[in-house]
């Protein structure tokens, strides 16, 4: 087997080489009821792929919460959190290390979560999704560098091929379609043509999943860089409508994602969310959300492709006032709007939508709610409609100053009122009536 000793010296930040021989002395030494520690999983792919490695997984037989324990102190960090499954968490001044347990994983049906039992590191690395992901590498100080790679790991990567460690894998764990994708996608790979096979015939399997364990796996999706590439190919391999019929990606979604993923800053995982569901139906979002049951955010950004179409058509009106603007898109969410803004046709809906993310959108009344509550005005959908109407008219531009305000509030108020007091809503503490205006003291 190849030794990856020099590997490791060069690839490796300084602290993290020195944290894994601090693993390796450890285990050697036998005091933390291990002999032997391994780095694992996808950063031993990244060194023999000669990509950056992330960071480091250690597994060690025995017990991995003791051994992370036991390294943490001997190197000045602390153990953040120990897992069901035997696994830990140490933050240390050489960085994060994740430490498990080697085990063995038996599905007891398909898709469901493992069950879990302490055993080998050839175990363990039967248990992963891929060929590359099942290698390790040894820590110890006699065996520095000595890659373990019992599943052709080593000669699948020199051929760049993405493959399934037995014939079943995709049944036990359907999350593995969904990663086979990003892998392939990510790391320039193909699926080996048994593999492809599987995949294709196990589609159906997706059903399967949690919502919560699909929602996570199209998470990491959503977070790679090149999100769009996986997605066209995901879809032509039939994944996206075994996730949810209703569900389908466009051209023009996936033009968008790779227009924001080249723009500078720190992009929103909604946006995305916007550029993937963008052409959904009403009935089609909630046929999505029912199977993804993400929270509420994702929610409001699946539904919005809907609720902006029903507002297209206002927003080619060449005299709509700004307040009108902000209005259209009161329940529409911002990421939708950008996505829009990006997709949407360049007529008079893209000028109107430029306007409102660069300027209407931030617009407040100088007023605020507390200070007019304090000048008398009584809480309740009269506060409400006249805040409303001041924001509006900073909008408009038919207020702009303070005092202005003050002065529209003046008029309108006792207006609002009376019109309170005759629409029935009157009457409830505080509210005030036409006779007796709340003792309104506004200046
Ligand atoms: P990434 O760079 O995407 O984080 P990774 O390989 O580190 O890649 P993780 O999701 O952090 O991926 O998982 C760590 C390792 O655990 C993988 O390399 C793989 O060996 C194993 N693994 C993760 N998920 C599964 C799974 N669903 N089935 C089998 N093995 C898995």
Known sequence: MPKLASLLESKLPANIVELLHAAGELAASG??????AYLVGGSVRDLVLGREPKDPD????????????????????TVTSVSQFGTAIID?????????TARTETYSSPAALPDITPS??????????FSVNAMAVSVLPGAWGDLLAPHRGFSDAARRRLRILHDASFQDDPTRILRAV???????FSMAVDTAEALERD??????????????ELKKLLMEPKRADILRRAEALGIIGAISPALRVTESGLKAMEHFGTSAGEIDELLYVACLTSSLTGEEAE?????????????????GAAAFRDVASLLESPDLLPSEIVELFARIPVPVIEFQRVAGPKTRQREHIEAFLRRHRDIRAETTGDELKAQGVPSGPVLGKLLLELKNARLDGRVSSREEELDLVRRRLPVLLGREANGGHAGGAGQGTRDQPAGAAVP
């Open 203 to 216: 589609l159906p399997y997706l059903d399967r999943l949690s919502s919560a364990r699909l929602l996570a």
């Open 58 to 77: 250690i597994v060690v037989t025995g017990n991995g919460p003791r051994f992370a324990r036991a390294l943490a102190e001997k190197i000045g960090g």
């Open 31 to 36: 005091d933390a009821g291990t002999s032997e």
């Open 92 to 100: 240390s001044p050489h960085g994060r290390v994740d430490v498990a």
């Open 182 to 188: 990003r892998y392939e996608v990510r790391l320039g």
């Open 287 to 303: 046929a999505v959300i029912a199977r993804l049951q993400p929270d509420r955010d994702w929610q409001a950004v699946i539904r």
């Open 120 to 129: 080998t590191m050839d175990d363990d690395l039967q248990r992963r999704d």
